[in-house]
């Protein structure tokens, strides 16, 4: 074997090895960052809901959300305006949602815990709610 014949096969192979490891390398990435995205996925956040106020609460943010009449817009505060008056006794409900825009499903609750003209609170539950 001569020494040209012996660095074309040496030269060969460390072609092939580095395009291996490479292509590894370059699915390592991109597997790490995929993954990595998944877990970026919002988990369901708790809210409560106040059906007679039209009213959400956060405990973890410590922030309402309610609809602003003359706005015409979805309010975030930390306290709410005087008009708008939660007790203790004030019927509300768990609900949950993937990020801070709770009121985005508002039609949805203005339905399942419909207020009935006596101010009682009507639950309507789906078959396949939990």
Partial sequence: MSILQ????DHLKICIMKRLIFGLLLIF?????VSAQEGVTPAN?????????NVYYSDVSTTYWYYDQPTLKWM??????PVIKLADTDVKYEV???GPDV???NPDHKIKYK???DGTIKQKIKPNDS
Avoid: D, S
């Fill in 96 to 98: 949950f949602y993937k």
């Fill in 45 to 53: 956040i708790k809210y409560w809901y106040y059906p007679a106020q």
């Fill in 6 to 9: 012996f660095n074309t096969i």
């Fill in 76 to 81: 975030e505060v930390k306290a709410l305006p």
């Fill in 29 to 33: 990435m991109v597997g790490t960052r």
């Fill in 115 to 117: 207020v009935k003209k």
């Fill in 103 to 105: 009121w985005k499903m």
